[in-house]
């Protein structure tokens, strides 16, 4: 666990990110929908929670940085540098989401834009997520370069993303689905833990194996799992709000958790076969 500990600002980032973008989705879906323009003044004023997440993600990002204040050199290789290409698209995703908030609130976006913004929110959002997760395929670093981080970082966007919305819409829409999701993404999580813990005993150097560096793999995960089997219930369950934001909390604090474990596998191909 310490491993990954000197990461959090990326931890934070990429979940709250991700937590953003899955909330986002939701509102999108529920925004589409023709019974909801009713009530769609109310849930405009909820969007502005996961557009805050954002917000706070990108300052947990800035504060990675070496020097703050030269944050803006990140996007001097925009199509070149994956890195570039992430920020790039997270604040285009930002900038898209941002304004049509903006515009929404004040009552002065017609349906027919709104509705087209809302795809385009989407496809922004999918583009920014596919760049986040192209951002750590890195040749160098077995441990992360293989399909298992591109299902944790698009697990996280359902788990997270999907407990969140439901928590902030269930009452204005019915959302059944997401919980069907949300469980199917739970045994996703389950298989993924297994499979990689067989796949990090064969991730080696001379003189230390990659499951060596998060020696507390097995117990941290087990808290993870049991995490999101509580939340599960809780979601399928709890009549009570606060039932809810419980489940929410436990779902964000297990994908913490599994964050950190991430970050604490970096090993370099210079150190391992």
Known sequence: ?????????????????????????????????????????????????????????????????????????????????MLSNEIASGALFFAVAGLYWLIAITGKMSAALGRIWLIVMVLCGALFMYMMNNVYHIDTVPTWNSAITSWQFYLTIILVGGALGYTLLHQITPLCGLRWLFGLALVASVAVVIYQGFTLSGIHSSVQQAISLVPDYAWVNIIRLLCLVLANILLCKSNYQAGLVLAVMLVFGSEILGRVLFYGLHMTVGMAV
Do not use: C, D
């Open 1 to 81: 666990m310490n491993a990954g500990l000197h990461e959090l600002p990326l931890v934070f980032f990429t979940v709250l990110a991700q937590t953003a973008v899955g909330t986002l989705w939701v509102f999108a879906y529920v925004l589409w929908q023709k019974e909801a323009t009713a009530k769609q003044n109310y849930i405009h004023k909820l969007m502005f929670l996961p557009l805050m997440l954002l917000g706070i993600g990108f300052v947990a990002s800035i504060l990675h940085l070496g020097s703050p204040m030269r944050a803006f050199n990140s996007l001097n290789r925009v199509g070149e540098s």
